[in-house]
């Protein structure tokens, strides 16, 4: 039983960890190994990152702009953001770089975490001069005055201000370059993701004991809404990919019960059926056809379980996925009736970001200048 | 950058049969540094390298490396003093996965006795989970962990190249010899590699000496060229120095400045 009153995402994690702190939140595949975070040391990790952030003047009306793949540092660094009241501005580093370079000279930070020297570089080319700017890997980064995670992490926690953040205060944002290079903006508020959060956990059933892997796309309103709202209020562990080359892998030894992908995830899960599929027309095709088609027949439902279906979820990593969802846009008519027909109902959650057009000035850093969509 | 030579030869000479492969070579390589040999083919470059980790033994002339002159040495002695290398054909175990392949280049840092990693027993269970752990951080500063599992035969040519630089650095070498890295790579795989070989460098401090033929590769990656023709030395500089020197361009480049 979780206590009912937190209304903001770092109320929650407060929550959980009073209430199972002990507990695996996250996991982070590194050196071939699955590392474990607890939610206590999750919390503590998110406090000195706050902490830090609180020193270097990161206040409510200040936005932390994080450029990382998913990884968990990136989520934490969004925490200890909104812990201090501010927002976390998720940006994808796999978005064109030309395109994204652009965003972030416009949104000129004062605050920014990058995954690694690539990220780094976008930065240094867009001229920016941020009060603090933290990386997660070190590779190939020379500047010795800047700091790494782990530097602020490993920092005790000094005592903070209790949760600063807001329910309806803006939690995440989202920035793109529209057509005519118009800056492009979409804000979530606390509230909004957790009721996003809230209706999903409901309606889907996750409990704690679901396990989920976080998707390529991390830096979206989709994710926020339906992944890192929910994580949070039920509990679940949140696995991280080594690295997206390595999530295909990742996800067969995982064998995650809650998938939320985008049509590219299964679009790309499709492509991959597909391959170790008979060439259409083959007799073993017409036989593997048979063997997948709704019917009652006794041997029919035997062969393709056994021999189709369960085969091919294991090297999907969806052997165990109990609740495969996809936001965004609808699957390819195709790829969802082979899912169905393999038994993995793939069920659309809507996902509608609204975005706003906004002045450059103060796109990222007035609390609230922002009305959350 | 260092200034005191990790490697230096003085002399080294090599017959075949009474046929001279190498005559009378002498360079040295700062610790440090990228060095490049480059020449035709038959210009005795991999003879060279041979002799640099003990495969061939030089009939003249001396090896330093780290401050210790020998005249005679063994691979296996080389590779304990920290030299390891990569050939010119692909030379892993290719029925063996990635992980086993980078595995076996820490068969030189293991300190428990052959009995007690038969029976798993003393020091071998730690440590076998060390070098685990040794072999994964290498592959993962390759950027080969979506393979590590995969058997080496299945792998692309480049990708095999890749696992081969991998189990050279598993040994921690001091000195890195790399035979034709690039041989047989498109432009893209090159790339990938050269920027590899600058981490190795730059990041974990390994002295390399390659050989390669790729003029722009080479003028890209070195620190120092040292051109080779028919056994002889015939330039050693930096990669504006060789571009400039007139043997070199006579001999090799075939154009003049």
Not at chain 1, 241 to 270: K, Q, W
Not at chain 2, 195 to 215: A, K, M, P, Q, Y
């Amino acid at each position: 039983m979780t206590d009912p009153t937190p209304s903001t995402l770092p109320a929650w994690l407060q929550a959980q960890k009073r209430l199972r702190g002990a507990e695996v939140a996250l996991r982070h595949k590194r050196l071939g190994v699955w590392q474990v975070l607890t939610l206590t040391q999750v919390h503590s990790q998110v406090l000195a990152v706050a902490g830090a952030l609180q020193r270097a003047g990161f206040g409510a009306a200040s936005s932390l702009v994080i450029v990382s793949r998913p990884r968990p540092e990136a989520l934490l660094g969004a925490l200890a953001a909104q812990w201090l009241g501010g927002v976390a501005v998720l940006l994808d580093p796999l978005d064109e770089a030309s395109a994204q370079q652009e965003v972030v000279r416009r949104l000129a930070p004062d605050f920014l975490f990058v995954e690694g020297l690539s990220e780094l570089t976008l930065a240094t080319a867009a001229g920016l001069t941020p009060g603090l700017l933290f990386y997660a890997d070190g590779r190939g980064i020379a500047d010795p005055s800047l700091p790494s995670w782990a530097q602020l992490a490993a920092q005790a926690a000094e005592p903070l201000q209790p949760v600063q953040a807001r329910p309806q205060g803006s939690a995440f944002g989202f920035h793109r370059l529209a057509a005519g290079g118009v800056l492009e903006s979409q804000h979530l508020s606390h509230a909004q993701v957790l009721e996003a959060g809230r209706l999903l956990v409901a309606t889907e059933c996750l409990v704690a004991e679901d396990e989920a892997l976080a998707a390529r796309a991390f830096a979206t309103s989709g994710q926020a809404r339906y992944l890192l709202g929910p994580w949070l209020l039920a509990g679940f562990r949140l696995n991280f990919p080594e690295t997206l080359a390595t999530r295909d892998n990742d996800r067969r030894e995982l064998g995650p019960t809650f998938v939320l992908g985008t049509r590219h995830t299964y679009g790309r899960l499709h492509e991959a059926l597909d391959q170790r599929l008979p060439v259409p027309g083959s007799l073993s095709r017409h036989l593997v056809d048979w063997a997948l088609a709704p019917g009652n027949g006794l041997w029919q439902r035997t062969l393709g379980q056994w021999l189709i279906r369960k085969p091919l979820r294991d090297a999907l990593g969806l052997s165990r996925a109990r609740v495969p969802l996809l936001v965004g846009a609808p699957l390819d008519p195709a790829a969802q009736a082979l899912f169905v027909r393999l038994g993995v109902e793939v069920r659309a959650w809507p996902d509608a970001p609204r975005w706003q057009s906004t002045q450059d000035a103060g796109a990222v850093a007035p609390h609230g200048a922002l009305q959350p969509v | 950058m260092a200034s005191h030579p990790l490697l230096e030869l003085q002399g080294i000479s090599l017959s075949f049969k009474g046929v001279k492969a190498i005559n009378d070579i002498g360079f040295s390589v700062r610790e440090g540094d990228i060095c490049a040999l480059i020449g035709p083919n038959g210009a005795g470059k991999s003879s060279l390298l041979n002799i640099i980790n003990g495969v061939y033994q030089a009939q003249q002339g001396v090896i330093r490396f780290a401050g210790t002159e020998r005249t005679r040495m063994r691979p296996n002695e080389a590779a304990r003093q920290g030299i390891a290398r990569t050939f010119q054909n692909i030379a892993l175990f290719k029925g063996m996965t990635v992980l086993d392949n980078v595995l076996t280049g820490r068969n030189l840092k293991r300190r428990s006795s052959w009995l007690e990693q038969a029976l798993r027993t003393g020091r071998a269970p730690a440590e076998d989970n060390r070098q685990r752990e040794s072999a994964e951080r290498v592959i993962e500063f390759l950027r080969i962990q979506p393979w590590r599992h995969e058997v080496v035969a299945s792998l692309p040519y480049g990708l095999q190249k890749r696992v081969e630089l991998a189990r050279a650095l598993a040994s921690e070498p001091r000195l890195l010899l790399l035979d034709e890295p690039m041989a047989g790579m498109n432009a893209r795989e090159k790339q990938e590699l050269s920027s590899f070989i600058v981490d190795i460098n730059r990041d974990l401090g390994t002295t390399v000496v390659l050989i390669e033929h790729d003029i722009g590769v080479v003028m890209g990656l070195a620190d120092q060229v040292v051109v080779l023709d028919y056994g002889r030395k015939i330039g050693d500089g930096t990669p504006a120095q060789v571009r400039r020197n007139p043997d070199v361009i006579a001999a090799y480049l075939g154009t003049h400045p």
